[in-house]
């Protein structure tokens, strides 16, 4: 047989093959960037326009071999086999239609490094489509290498044609200052090259914001402005330098002159509300959320943000009505609830306050939350039977939901002054849970209230049996022996032990500190409780503070520290007390 008449034969059975091995190519088909979905693999029904589409050059006997290998590889589903077949082929022959085919495997195989020889390769034989530069963009985009992607980019407005460049920003926000500079020096050059390039100053505008760079960002905008007609994207965006250069007020007055331009722009008017709260602007901010609610009725989180509104503005009886009507609706249903359970609590309607927090349900954010007031306000009524029984249908033989309301419950009724009804409640659980260190420790809480430091030293020192790295039950045990008793040494060691678990916890340095001075260690005890303070500003540690500023001959230091204390917290009564120890005129 001659040769042309073997070409000519393979040919058709390539042709064929390829019809039959889509079959097995579909089934196994990924995801696949937009830059090949006009290559998409063809189907039997498309034969025909796959016939015409793709036309195949001359190739040696070998070659045609090798294709046909390929397609019955894909056939069989190895599609990773007749990916790399036609990647070899497409490097050998540089045939248009084979570069083509290899593309469609490499992108179902996600088989980068090939899209990338591919695409250079695809470039090389068609120098003027735009296509290969878009493709290759994309694949350096997504492999981090940018100033490949924007020099691919550049040469698609070369070849005449259009590219967002904004595509560029997503990618960009965790890079290093360093390498976000060196961006910064390409797009810049490719800005004076492209100056009608709407999208590629835009992305210059971000990537000087992203930054940090925002004097050289709003020049941008001004630029920009002055050359392109506005978009409320670049109304958002110029807000957004604008506050972040600490100009709130010109933020919003750009969002609201962007407004009566575009004032059907949902974006641009949630972006004024939020920006509005931010600074502190809520009667404003309510009327941009009442116009996104007249714009669509069914807005259901800007009249949820408008109930938030009312809230802190004490508009009880403007948001009733709202947060009744999201919870008819089934939107925002638990958290409506909790809020109009804390509005009726505002306005000591206890009764209607416990039946909305009831209602929050199980699992949600604010359960916990709801369950606790619903108690303390049922406690507060007199109805401690009615209130336990509600938890422990809540709790519904679950242990710990159980155990968690016993210690809210016990709390609550120390709070209320029935601390019979609490010691009763705490020692019921613990006959059934005997060494649950949470019931132990809400029962040293209990004696705590009754100064009674034996019981609380028995609980303590059962936690600490049972859990000797529980840091909570060591400094409280440490703190207490510390500040009530002379066994100072004892009280430090318990101490020391509890830092060693949580060097950071603030009360624990206190605590620490505390014992210190009470060994006369004051330059120790000073150095941890400044430490202390500077993270946790507690009237406690305040009051510490400045009684061993005072022991050290400190005394304006010491008096400094307890009146910024006292400005910040009028009614503490531990500074009040060392202030009459040490200063009683």
Same mark, same amino acid.
């Given at each position: 047989?001659?040769?042309?008449?073997?070409?000519?034969?393979?040919?058709?059975?390539?042709?064929?093959?390829?019809?039959?091995?889509?079959?097995?190519?579909?089934?196994?088909?990924?995801?696949?960037?937009?830059?090949?979905?006009?290559?998409?693999?063809?189907?039997?029904?498309?034969?025909?326009?796959?016939?015409?589409?793709?036309?195949?050059?001359?190739?040696?006997?070998?070659?045609?071999?090798?294709?046909?290998?390929?397609?019955?590889?894909?056939?069989?589903?190895?599609?990773?086999?007749?990916?790399?077949?036609?990647?070899?082929?497409?490097?050998?022959?540089?045939?248009?239609?084979?570069?083509?085919?290899?593309?469609?495997?490499?992108?179902?195989?996600?088989?980068?490094? %090939?899209?990338?020889?591919?695409?250079?390769?695809?470039?090389?034989?068609?120098?003027?489509?735009?296509?290969?530069?878009?493709?290759?963009?994309?694949?350096?985009?997504?492999?981090?290498?940018?100033?490949?992607?924007?020099?691919?980019?550049?040469?698609?407005?070369?070849?005449?044609?259009?590219?967002?460049?904004?595509?560029?920003?997503?990618?960009?926000?965790?890079?290093?200052?360093?390498?976000?500079?060196?961006?910064?020096?390409?797009?810049?050059?490719?800005?004076?090259?492209?100056?009608?390039? $709407?999208?590629?100053?835009?992305?210059?505008?971000?990537?000087?914001?992203?930054?940090?760079?925002?004097?050289?960002?709003?020049?941008?905008?001004?630029?920009?402005?002055?050359?392109?007609?506005?978009?409320?994207?670049?109304?958002?965006?110029?807000?957004?330098?604008?506050?972040?250069?600490?100009?709130?007020?010109?933020?919003?007055?750009?969002?609201?002159?962007?407004?009566?331009?575009?004032?059907?722009?949902?974006?641009?008017?949630?972006?004024?509300?939020? &920006?509005?709260?931010?600074?502190?602007?809520? $009667?404003?901010?309510?009327?941009?959320?009442?116009? &996104?609610?007249?714009?669509?009725?069914?807005?259901?989180?800007?009249?949820?943000?408008?109930?938030?509104?009312?809230?802190?503005?004490?508009?009880?009886? @403007? %948001?009733?009505?709202?947060?009744?009507?999201?919870?008819?609706?089934?939107?925002?249903?638990?958290?409506?609830?909790?809020?109009?359970?804390?509005?009726?609590?505002?306005?000591?309607?206890?009764?209607?306050?416990?039946?909305?927090?009831?209602?929050?349900?199980?699992?949600?954010?604010?359960?916990?939350?709801?369950?606790?007031?619903?108690?303390?306000?049922?406690?507060?009524?007199?109805?401690?039977?009615?209130?336990?029984?509600?938890?422990?249908?809540?709790?519904?033989?679950?242990?710990?939901?159980?155990?968690?309301?016993?210690?809210?419950?016990?709390?609550?009724?120390?709070? %209320?002054?029935?601390?019979? $009804?609490?010691?009763?409640?705490?020692?019921?659980?613990?006959?059934?849970?005997?060494?649950?260190?949470?019931?132990?420790?809400?029962?040293?809480?209990?004696?705590?209230?009754?100064?009674?430091?034996?019981?609380?030293?028995?609980?303590?020192?059962?936690?600490?049996?049972?859990?000797?790295?529980?840091?909570?039950?060591?400094?409280?045990?440490?703190?207490?022996?510390?500040?009530?008793?002379?066994?100072?040494?004892?009280?430090?060691?318990?101490?020391?032990?509890?830092?060693?678990?949580?060097?950071?916890?603030?009360?624990?340095?206190?605590? &620490?500190?505390?014992?210190?001075?009470?060994?006369? @260690?004051?330059?120790?005890?000073?150095?941890?409780?400044?430490?202390?303070?500077?993270?946790?500003?507690?009237?406690?540690?305040?009051?510490?503070?400045?009684?061993?500023?005072?022991?050290?001959?400190?005394? $304006?230091?010491?008096?400094?520290?307890?009146?910024?204390?006292?400005?910040?917290?009028?009614?503490?009564?531990?500074?009040?007390?060392?202030?009459?120890?040490?200063?009683?005129?």
């Amino acid at each position: 047989m001659k040769l042309s008449s073997v070409h000519k034969k393979l040919k058709l059975i390539f042709q064929a093959s390829i019809f039959i091995g889509i079959l097995g190519c579909t089934s196994n088909t990924i995801d696949k960037p937009a830059v090949i979905s006009e290559m998409e693999m063809s189907t039997p029904e498309s034969a025909t326009e796959s016939e015409k589409d793709i036309v195949y050059g001359s190739f040696t006997e070998e070659q045609l071999y090798q294709t046909i290998i390929s397609e019955l590889s894909a056939q069989r589903g190895d599609l990773n086999e007749a990916g790399d077949n036609y990647l070899d082929l497409a490097i050998e022959t540089k045939d248009l239609s084979i570069i083509q085919r290899a593309i469609q495997f490499a992108s179902v195989n996600n088989d980068v490094n %090939a899209l990338m020889q591919l695409g250079l390769l695809w470039s090389e034989v068609e120098p003027n489509n735009t296509r290969p530069h878009l493709m290759l963009s994309f694949q350096f985009l997504e492999s981090g290498n940018y100033s490949q992607a924007l020099s691919h980019m550049a040469r698609i407005l070369d070849l005449g044609d259009d590219f967002d460049f904004t595509a560029l920003i997503a990618r960009t926000a965790t890079l290093e200052n360093s390498e976000r500079e060196r961006l910064i020096t390409i797009v810049q050059s490719l800005v004076d090259e492209f100056h009608q390039q $709407e999208s590629l100053r835009l992305t210059l505008i971000q990537l000087f914001a992203q930054n940090q760079r925002m004097e050289d960002a709003l020049s941008e905008v001004k630029i920009f402005l002055k050359e392109f007609n506005p978009s409320p994207r670049v109304i958002l965006l110029h807000a957004q330098i604008l506050q972040s250069m600490g100009e709130p007020n010109q933020a919003i007055q750009t969002l609201k002159s962007g407004l009566r331009e575009f004032d059907q722009d949902r974006s641009l008017r949630l972006s004024l509300a939020r &920006l509005m709260i931010q600074n502190e602007k809520l $009667e404003d901010a309510y009327d941009q959320f009442q116009a &996104l609610v007249e714009q669509d009725p069914e807005d259901w989180e800007s009249l949820y943000s408008m109930s938030l509104l009312d809230l802190e503005l004490e508009e009880y009886d @403007r %948001a009733i009505p709202i947060l009744e009507n999201l919870i008819s609706v089934d939107e925002r249903y638990d958290e409506s609830q909790y809020y109009l359970g804390l509005i009726y609590e505002q306005t000591e309607k206890y009764e209607e306050s416990i039946e909305h927090y009831r209602k929050v349900r199980t699992g949600t954010t604010n359960y916990l939350a709801a369950q606790q007031q619903a108690t303390r306000h049922s406690i507060g009524l007199g109805d401690l039977e009615e209130a336990h029984s509600w938890l422990t249908r809540q709790s519904n033989g679950q242990a710990r939901l159980e155990i968690l309301f016993t210690t809210i419950e016990s709390n609550l009724l120390i709070q %209320a002054g029935y601390d019979q $009804e609490s010691k009763s409640l705490l020692d019921s659980a613990l006959n059934r849970f005997p060494n649950e260190a949470e019931l132990l420790f809400a029962r040293v809480l209990w004696s705590d209230s009754q100064q009674d430091r034996e019981g609380s030293e028995r609980d303590l020192r059962q936690i600490i049996r049972m859990q000797p790295e529980d840091a909570r039950a060591l400094n409280h045990l440490g703190y207490m022996l510390a500040d009530q008793t002379n066994r100072f040494e004892e009280a430090l060691s318990l101490i020391e032990r509890a830092i060693a678990i949580s060097p950071d916890d603030p009360a624990i340095i206190d605590s &620490l500190a505390w014992a210190q001075y009470k060994l006369g @260690r004051y330059e120790e005890a000073l150095a941890n409780l400044r430490r202390a303070f500077s993270v946790f500003p507690d009237h406690e540690v305040a009051s510490h503070l400045g009684e061993v500023l005072w022991q050290m001959g400190e005394y $304006e230091k010491a008096t400094e520290v307890w009146e910024e204390a006292l400005k910040a917290r009028p009614e503490s009564q531990l500074i009040k007390a060392v202030i009459e120890r040490f200063k009683p005129e």
